[in-house]
């Protein structure tokens, strides 16, 4: 969920006439600095910027404008200082204000947020923005209602607008409103980060195929498409022949699905079909509730040709697959991903055996940290997911953070715990131990934002009682 920033001000909506008493230079370098800021230029604006306050230090303007570059940059910490210097010389800014709350709940600090967004609106009643950049952070910190109440209010001065709907959606659906939830979500294609695909063939609507052939698409991450190809089986009892289209990783994996009659990597030349729809559309299209989605598993069933055998040293009891990060590109891996380290308590628990099923740059704090004695590494021998499934099935347990290693083990319906952040992906939902999408599956939820030591501390206290019996 992305925080609104209002836009780069170029100081022509300013209380005073600072930027005509500014010196030449000091004027051209600040009309420079925002020119390169609003193309993207952000270390040529940092230094345009940086000469426009060696004649005006105690402009907020400036200080404003800085603090939005450097959240943009990642530099939190410094973005925060700006904004507070700015508002100590102009506190009455309710888009400083706001600023500094988008910048707040960035660092996890939720209930100062809270406070700078209130702050803002208080200032500004009209100030939408504010409205909404509050129900983000209430949505954080998991007061559902309260949020979806803003977002409401939001929607009442700009009802069309889909960053709105999109997370007052997810608000459904983490409060397990599957089926307003699931109809906000497709707002999800106005947003401008996912390509919209466009067919000659009509959209499904869910009424009986009578033997039609029906393109299901997967169009997000590797852990969106493991959650929901259950659905090809539910489509193809609506008597339809279904042709899936999937990531090109997962065509091994997927191929023995039930229900399917083809699929087809990405990218790849789509055979003749009669309708469509994406994989998560389909929640959706069948109506379905929290009480009525599909759950059964295992629905994924690796090749028998895939994987390998997995050693076993003399002793073990218990064979645990860890993952401890997911993709560093996903928006929210800094709440998700944690390191190695984290799971280092596990190996005292005797007769427990931790195996590395991590994947990518991540996986080198294996070596980092010198563990390899204390985690054997089984994802090198893994070259695609048939391969890492097949593996897993030799496990009695995967511990594994928010990735579609998670989602991996449910559909394989390998017992599996899955740490969470404080304010988790929708689909895990709020508080609730246990999932309706995976029977074997158990969550473990961060208490407050960032601290990780309840979450391994549970998880290490159920593990033992396991091992135990």
Known sequence: ??????DVSNGDSTKSDWLANLPDNGRRSFEEAVRNHSAGKYEEALNFYAMALSYAPDESVILSNIGVLLRSQGKFKASEECYRRALAIDPESPGCWTNLGNVLRRLGKLKEAAYCHRKAFKIDKEFIDAYYNLALVLQDM??????????????????GDARINWDK?????AKGDFINGFEGY??????????????????????????????????????????LCRYVSEVAKAGGKVIF????????????LNGLDKIVSSGDKLPE?????SLLSLPLIFKHEISTVPSACPYITPPADSGFPVHV???????????????ATHKNDHNRSVSVENFFVFSRIPGVMLYSLQKGGPSIQRDEFACGFLVRDLAAGCSDFADTAKVMKQLDLIITVDTSVAHLAGALGIPVFVALP???DWRWMRERPDSPWYPSMTLFRQQEPGNWDHVFNEMLSVLTTMVSE
Request: net charge positive; proline share 7%; glycine share 10%.
């Open 1 to 6: 969920m992305k925080s609104n920033t209002p």
């Open 142 to 159: 998991g007061k559902l209602d309260e949020s979806i109440k803003n977002f409401d209010f939001c929607l009442k001065a700009k009802p």
């Open 169 to 173: 959606a997810l608000a459904l659906l």
């Open 186 to 227: 497709e707002y999800r294609w106005q947003r401008g980060e996912l390509r919209e695909r466009h067919f000659k063939q009509p959209l499904w609507d869910g009424s009986p195929l009578n033997g039609k052939r029906i393109l299901l698409y997967s169009e997000q991450g590797f852990g969106d498409t493991l959650h």
């Open 245 to 256: 289209e999937c990531q090109t990783e997962l065509v091994s994996l997927l191929k023995g």
């Open 273 to 277: 079909f009669d309708v469509q729809a």
């Open 313 to 327: 040293p003399p002793g073990t009891k218990y064979k645990v697959g860890i993952v401890w990060a997911g993709k």
């Open 422 to 424: 404080y304010n988790p």
